[in-house]
């Protein structure tokens, strides 16, 4: 049974930062890109960015550039999202999933990061 749990979202002011954790379990880490994808209210998932659990190549929306990074600890199936210079525009549900694309057949549940102003 594949398992992916995203933790780590809460209330967060403008500027601030969070650290998401994304835990797998039931496949063969490495064998795998790992994406985070959020969705605001009244919007479509989007995808933030993805990692290579094999060969640690990133990928970033043009929105998490440069504030957002993406780290992957295989020995422990988890890849992280590291936030900052957050701002309320980032609020959403945060998900991640085993693979680069909205087509993956293994989500996590999501967790609410809401940044105030």
């Known amino acids: 049974d594949v398992q992916l749990q995203a933790s780590g979202g809460g209330l967060v002011q403008a500027g601030g930062s969070l650290r998401l954790s994304c835990s797998a379990s039931g496949l063969t880490f490495d064998d795998y890109a790992i994406g985070w994808f959020r969705q605001a209210p009244g919007k479509e998932r989007e995808r933030v960015g993805c990692?290579?659990?094999?060969?640690?190549?990133?990928w970033y929306a043009d929105s998490a550039k440069g504030r957002f990074t993406i780290t992957s600890d295989n020995a422990k199936n988890t890849v992280y999202l590291q936030m900052s210079s957050l701002q309320p525009a980032d609020t959403a549900v945060y998900y991640c999933?085993?693979?680069?694309?909205?087509?993956?057949?293994?989500w996590g549940q999501g967790t609410l990061v809401t940044v105030s102003s």
């Open positions: 990692i290579d659990s094999s060969s640690g190549n990133t």
């Open positions: 999933a085993a693979s680069c694309t909205l087509g993956s057949p293994y």
